[in-house]
């Protein structure tokens, strides 16, 4: 039960990232130098991977638990 809901939170953390990414202002400033968010495509991603991975080793240990009974 805590690995899905640890696994839905990194769900959650991942859209929340890669929205705030997708909804920030990218620009070059004056001196020529870009200015963007561009690591929150990186972590947002990982959080989404890490999130349904921890769900669905999860779901087969809870199967095979249920399995064995």
């Given amino acids: 039960m805590i690995s899905t809901i640890i696994g839905a939170s990194l769900l959650v953390l991942g859209v929340i990232f890669l929205l705030i990414k997708f909804n920030s ?3 070059v400033d004056k001196s020529g ?3 963007e968010n561009f690591y929150l495509v990186i972590i947002g991603y990982l959080c989404l991977f890490s999130g349904f991975a921890t769900i669905f080793v999860s779901w087969i240990i809870t199967l095979v638990k ?3 009974s």
């Fill in 25 to 27: 202002v990218e620009y």
């Fill in 33 to 35: 130098i870009l200015h």
């Fill in 66 to 68: 249920n399995l064995n």
